[in-house]
């Protein structure tokens, strides 16, 4: 790979910083801390001429989680009142969800009039995602058993009335759940899954209408959803800022030594996302045939705006353009991705089903596997639909101690490090629906990456070259 000459300053700036840092941090030199600020800063600013020399949104929005954290642990004040940028950030973006879903549902369904192909998506969907979630839930249970992390932890003093007790969900709940009473109530409060019900059926209905009065609806939907595809480019400029001042919060609040504590409990959860991903997410891509450098490629901008700001609606309008762009049609784009912010959260049911048992193995509660299979399927059904809901895994959680008469103590203990491990959790979530899009494309037939995504069809390119070389 070749670097620019800024790159390579770069690259030496930031050596130079971090090997300062390690050597003061072990006591083999005695660095003074001022010293040490101003190389990181030194290294930021290679980072800033690197940053202007390749002038893309993903490099910004990397350097700026970095500029983040370095002004949340120099100047934690700032970066705590800073959080101010990151929600108006993650405001702007929440404007743009519930417009951007309803046109493109209601486009792709009613305007290609195929209800059978509406079903066949739907049925497909849903089983992909019931049999991955599945998987990320028994890693996230064998995790936890392997590595005992709960094991050992006294009940800190005071904090069981930290936490409201949250009443356990019903079946009953999570079916209602689903179903709007109020579509402009549902959109006031983010809940994806009810918008997309309403979507559907308004698609549905558009589709069984004459051909003179679903024409006129047809063009608003298709214009309202170029608009705001072109509405996220906009927002996507503050994006660099939005995300910096996240990470400078909560350093800031938090500290960089929050590392250290609960780092087994966050080991874990991180070693068990990277087992999913690499045993069971790029095993389905290589199967179905997913281009995979061009598919990082266009997830590393949403994945990390969900990582910076631990939130995947912030990364919805993007992670969906990012898909149409590889070659999943618009229609797919629209009906898989929502559906699957909400039965698909590949990286917070595995979080639950690990802190789950986190909370038993804390309380001192010895759990047979039986009792486990059965968490592990209550959190099924209850982890689905909520993805709307601020800290929805943190409700869910409480909810799942109700039902198995767990204290909910050891969740204070959690909510120590839940950002830090909401980030990991919520890009796996991103990584997750992005590669479904493909998989249900690819299930329809309707996968039609650009010419320069696809190797055999570059190398087919190069060999029609050479054979007219030839002649």
């Excluded at 990082?296 to 939130?311: K, M, W």
Aim: net charge neutral; aromatic share 10%.
């Amino acid at each position: 790979m070749k670097f620019s000459n800024l790159g390579i300053i770069a690259i030496i700036v930031i050596s130079f910083s971090a090997l300062l840092t390690f050597l003061d941090h072990y006591s083999l030199l005695n660095v003074p801390e001022l010293v040490l600020m101003f190389s990181r800063w030194l290294a930021i600013a290679g980072l800033f001429m690197y940053g202007f020399k390749k002038k893309s949104l993903t490099t910004w929005i990397l350097i700026s989680m970095v500029v983040g954290a370095e002004i949340g642990h120099d100047f934690p004040e700032i970066g705590i009142k800073l959080q101010v940028l990151s929600k108006v950030f993650l405001k702007m973006i929440k404007t743009i969800i519930a417009p951007l879903l309803f046109a493109t549902l209601v486009f792709g369904i009613a305007g290609h009039s195929d209800l059978k192909q509406v079903g066949r998506m739907g049925w497909k969907s849903i089983l992909y995602f019931e049999v991955v979630t599945t998987v990320a839930l028994f890693i996230g249970l064998a995790a936890i058993n392997i590595s005992k992390a709960g094991m050992g932890i006294s009940m800190p003093t005071g904090a069981h009335e930290e936490l409201e007790k949250v009443p356990p969900q019903t079946l009953n709940d999570i079916i209602l759940h689903i179903f709007p009473e109020n579509i402009a109530k549902s959109i006031a409060e983010g809940q994806v899954l009810q918008i997309v019900v309403f979507s559907i059926i308004f698609g549905i209905a558009l589709a069984m209408v004459r051909e003179d009065k679903r024409q006129p609806m047809l063009r608003a939907t298709e214009s309202l959803s170029e608009v705001m595809f072109k509405f996220t480019n906009i927002i996507m400029y503050f994006a660099p800022i939005g995300v910096g001042a996240a990470i400078a919060y909560t350093v800031g609040h938090m500290g960089l030594g929050i590392l250290v504590n609960l780092f087994q409990l966050l080991l874990t959860l991180y070693v068990a996302l990277l087992v999913f991903l690499l045993g069971v997410l790029l095993p389905i891509a290589f199967f179905v045939g997913v281009p995979i450098k061009k598919f990082l490629q266009a997830i590393a901008e949403p994945v990390s705006i969900a990582f910076a700001t631990t939130s995947s609606e912030a990364a919805l309008p993007r992670a969906m353009e990012a898909m149409e762009r590889i070659g999943v049609p618009r229609k797919i784009v629209a009906f898989v991705m929502p559906t699957g912010y909400s039965f698909n959260l590949d990286g917070t049911t595995l979080y639950l089903s690990l802190a789950a048992i986190f909370v038993a193995q804390a309380a001192g509660m010895p759990m047979t596997f039986g009792q486990q299979l059965l968490i592990v399927f209550t959190l099924m059904l209850t982890s689905k639909g909520v993805a709307g809901v601020p800290r929805a895994s943190l409700v869910i959680l409480l909810g799942t101690a109700a039902s198995f008469g767990m204290p909910v103590w050891p969740i204070f203990i959690i909510l120590g490090i839940d950002e830090l491990m909401d980030m990991a959790r919520t890009s796996v979530n991103v990584i997750g629906n992005c590669l479904a899009t493909v998989v249900i494309a690819k299930w329809e037939g309707e996968f039609n990456p650009p010419a320069e995504l696809s190797a055999p069809d570059e190398n087919r390119i190069h060999n029609l070259e050479d054979q007219a070389s030839k002649h």
